[in-house]
């Protein structure tokens, strides 16, 4: 057993992180309980490059080994053992500074808002901190994504599925947007490879390599930024796999179809990562996989496949895809062939699962990510299956057993 402890949620904003040097250091402040069994702690941090450039950190004043840089430049979360004498119960401070005197060494994420902030500022080596004007740019408030994982204790049991309102006044200007076919229609599948088609043909899959702007997880904007590449500030959006999974959800939602959002990852703290929905069909008592990004479903004897029964096959997958006529607009473009040849094919991004345990993106849009999917997973809402704590996902606080991705959906949210 063991748990976690953090201060933030993960909903970072690549683009308003934080710049570390030797003079401009952050501090985190976590409560801990007393400790007999030592800690892992978890940073989430991008280096500008390797070689000379170590991630420098401290615990309670005891200095650390040194973080060094993995190769490929990007948000990832750099996991280091704490020793139990480094610890005390109650605050414990972690820095985390570099050796340059420019903004050229590592950027922390940050999580702008939230709960009251715990974190720290200083300009000047450590002499005089602020909690607030965080960030490069020195604009925001928010907390640093720095997190301890005790082996002690147990994580709380994750949330129950919060489900859409199809009678929500933005619920209704959506159905209003959707083909005729999936609208007026009554056999589930048929609607549901309606949608998952007019989704893929809709607009180029867009990353954040290829744009900085991310689109919010509203399937009216992600439509409207996505087919004109145009969104705030007049630029590009990112409009990616996660893009069309909530399109996709919210748009069942407003027909009163049961779906949710499934996260899915490869190798822990990779770029291996996928983002999906899952249908629930009646007949079939289970959460079917659909992704409406390369518009495909998976099946075996004629019956549609779940998420575990997909991971049964391996790298194996190709004889049970069923494409949809979207899949002729997405692989058109070649990042989505490579994708489709090196990872969905190969099974590789169905490695890992989790659900995102909310789908009111449309009432409640204050609940979801800003940024999902541009850096590494981060966010604390993920549900992962319940042995992934010790396979590498210990920076998550939330762990579930088979049964509570298989349940089947509150009858009421659909009535």
Not at 279 to 300: G, T, Y
Request: glycine share 8%; with cysteine; net charge neutral.
């Amino acid at each position: 057993m063991s748990r976690l402890y953090h201060n933030e949620s993960g909903r970072v904003i690549p683009a308003l992180c934080e710049e570390l040097t030797r003079f401009r250091r952050a501090r985190v402040i976590l409560d801990l309980p007393a400790t007999r069994s030592g800690a892992v702690l978890f940073v989430l941090a991008r280096p500008h490059r390797t070689g000379d450039n170590p991630l420098y950190w401290s615990i309670n004043g005891i200095r650390q080994e040194a973080i060094h840089a993995a190769p490929d430049l990007h948000y990832r979360w750099y996991e280091r053992v704490v020793g139990t004498g480094d610890l005390r119960a109650g605050d414990n401070v972690v820095e985390l500074w570099t050796g340059d005197s420019a903004m050229t060494g590592w950027s922390l994420a940050l999580e702008i808002g939230g709960s009251p902030s715990r974190c720290a500022l200083t300009d000047d080596g450590g002499t005089h901190w602020r909690a607030d004007r965080l960030g490069y740019l020195n604009a925001v408030r928010g907390n640093y994504c720095v997190r301890i994982r005790l082996r002690e204790g147990r994580d709380d049991p994750p949330p129950d599925m919060t489900w859409e309102s199809a009678d929500h006044p933005r619920a209704r200007s959506l159905r209003d947007l959707l083909p005729n076919r999936a609208r007026n229609g009554t056999d589930r599948y048929a609607q549901v490879r309606e949608l998952s088609s007019w989704l893929a043909s809709s607009w180029e899959h867009s990353g954040s390599g290829r744009a900085t702007v991310y689109a919010p997880w509203d399937a009216e904007t992600i439509l409207a930024w996505g087919g004109s590449r145009r969104g705030h500030n007049g630029e590009r959006p990112v409009a990616m796999c996660v893009h069309y999974a909530v399109a996709f959800v919210s748009a069942c939602q407003v027909l009163r179809i049961p779906a949710r959002c499934a996260v899915l990852m490869g190798t822990p703290n990779s770029f291996e990562g996928h983002f999906v929905a899952e249908v629930w069909f009646d007949e079939h008592r289970k959460w079917v996989m659909v992704d409406p990004n390369c518009d495909a479903i998976l099946f075996r004897n004629g019956q549609p496949l779940s998420i575990p029964e997909i991971q049964e096959f391996g790298d194996g997958l190709e004889p049970y895809v069923e494409w949809g006529r979207g899949t002729r607009y997405q692989r058109t473009f070649s990042h989505i062939r490579d994708f489709i040849r090196t990872s969905l094919l190969r099974g590789v991004c169905f490695r890992h699962r989790s659900v995102w345990p909310r789908t009111d993106f449309l009432s409640h849009p204050e609940q979801s990510p800003p940024g999902h999917g541009s850096v590494s997973y981060c966010e604390t809402d993920l549900v992962w299956t319940e042995n992934d704590v010790e396979a590498g996902f210990g920076m998550f606080r939330y762990f579930a057993p088979p049964d509570y991705f298989t349940a089947p959906p509150d009858k009421d949210a659909y009535a």
